[in-house]
């Protein structure tokens, strides 16, 4: 898996950003960990004949959801 981190600074409206921390917390993840794996969803999706990573080809795990 990746060893680095950049940072991705987006504008969201604030009451579709509170909806949506509302939903992570239910869900009991954090906002930053549902973005990475929508991100890494859509990269999977439109990678075209882009070659990637081995960590970035496999599907999405579930691994960052804690147990509850």
């Given amino acids: ?3 680095r981190t950049a940072r991705l600074t987006l504008l969201i409206d604030p009451k579709k950003k509170q909806i949506f921390e509302e939903i992570c917390a ?3 993840l954090t906002s ?4 990475r794996r ?4 859509y ?3 439109h990678a075209g004949s882009r070659e990637l990573p081995e960590w970035l ?3 999405a795990v579930n691994a960052e959801h804690k147990p509850q």
């Fill in 1 to 3: 898996m990746e060893n």
């Fill in 57 to 59: 080809s496999a599907p």
């Fill in 32 to 35: 930053s960990q549902v973005v």
């Fill in 43 to 45: 990269i999977i999706e």
């Fill in 26 to 28: 239910q869900q009991d």
């Fill in 38 to 41: 929508l991100i890494h969803q």
